[in-house]
């Protein structure tokens, strides 16, 4: 009787244990598929372009080709450490591609979407070229971190990071005065279409874009 009692009891308990186990395993998937789905949704959900600081002075390259880097009157885009595009997420409209912005002063900042679980493979990318691999500074703010990474040339070279984004530049300001221009915004998805690299310019209150720009005769589109 009292051994009956007893395996009945290590019965209930070893079920309990099980479903205990269960929970658990549940819990964690949900919690994992739950993340996943809010990491993917900043990744498809950035307009990069919101984010370039002045962009109306500037030429704003889209660089969805790094195989011919095009060469800039005020700066080769080729000297820019691009941060490799990462592709193993479905691709978007607004994914796969680089927008550079280049200032009358030889300035810029490139901006790009990013999945989420990137960020630490990014800030470890650019600690490897950019810093000799030293740990960057981080600064938090209201919206966003920045990371500061000390250069071989002892300047300072700055990364913005938010869920879904990634900047940066050697010019702090440019990562942290966006402009939110959403008609450069309309430009580029009304071009999604194009494959090619593009520069967009603004000129006379209207933005001009070259959509086949690797051409010798590019096809130059007026944007009312």
Same mark, same amino acid.
């Given at each position: 009787?009292?051994? $009956?009692?007893?395996?009945?009891?290590?019965?209930?308990?070893? #079920? #309990?244990?099980?479903?205990? *186990?269960?929970?658990?395993?549940?819990?964690?998937? *949900?919690?994992?598929?739950?993340?996943?789905?809010?990491?993917?949704?900043?990744?498809?959900?950035?307009?990069?372009?919101?984010?370039?600081?002045?962009?109306?002075?500037?030429?704003?390259? %889209?660089?969805? +080709?790094?195989?011919?880097?095009?060469?800039?009157?005020?700066?080769? #885009?080729?000297?820019?450490?691009?941060?490799?595009?990462?592709?193993?997420?479905?691709?978007?409209? =607004?994914?796969?591609?680089? *927008?550079?912005?280049?200032?009358? +002063?030889?300035?810029?900042?490139?901006? $790009?979407?990013?999945?989420?679980?990137?960020?630490?493979?990014?800030?470890?990318?650019?600690?490897?070229?950019?810093?000799? +691999?030293?740990?960057?500074?981080?600064?938090?703010? %209201?919206?966003?971190?920045?990371?500061?990474?000390?250069?071989? =040339?002892?300047?300072?070279?700055?990364?913005?990071?938010?869920?879904?984004?990634?900047?940066?530049?050697?010019?702090?300001?440019?990562?942290?005065?966006?402009?939110?221009?959403?008609?450069?915004?309309?430009?580029?998805?009304?071009?999604?279409?194009?494959?090619? =690299?593009?520069?967009?310019?603004?000129? =006379?209150?209207?933005? #001009?874009?070259?959509?086949?720009?690797?051409?010798? $005769?590019? +096809?130059?589109? %007026?944007?009312?």
């Amino acid at each position: 009787m009292r051994l $009956q009692t007893h395996k009945r009891g290590f019965f209930t308990c070893s #079920i #309990i244990a099980i479903l205990l *186990l269960i929970g658990c395993i549940t819990s964690i998937c *949900l919690f994992y598929l739950a993340r996943l789905q809010t990491n993917n949704k900043y990744y498809h959900s950035t307009s990069p372009a919101l984010y370039i600081s002045d962009p109306r002075t500037a030429h704003i390259w %889209e660089i969805t +080709d790094t195989s011919q880097l095009p060469f800039d009157s005020l700066l080769a #885009i080729s000297d820019i450490p691009l941060l490799p595009l990462h592709r193993g997420h479905k691709h978007q409209d =607004n994914t796969g591609k680089y *927008l550079i912005a280049i200032y009358p +002063d030889s300035t810029w900042a490139v901006w $790009q979407s990013l999945h989420p679980d990137k960020t630490q493979a990014t800030i470890n990318y650019f600690s490897k070229i950019i810093s000799n +691999d030293f740990t960057p500074i981080k600064e938090e703010k %209201e919206n966003c971190s920045i990371y500061h990474f000390a250069t071989h =040339n002892h300047h300072f070279f700055h990364l913005y990071t938010q869920p879904g984004i990634v900047g940066y530049s050697y010019n702090e300001h440019l990562l942290l005065t966006p402009a939110n221009d959403h008609t450069l915004q309309q430009v580029i998805e009304e071009r999604k279409t194009f494959t090619h =690299n593009t520069l967009y310019i603004f000129c =006379n209150d209207t933005w #001009i874009y070259d959509r086949n720009i690797h051409n010798t $005769q590019a +096809d130059s589109t %007026e944007v009312q």
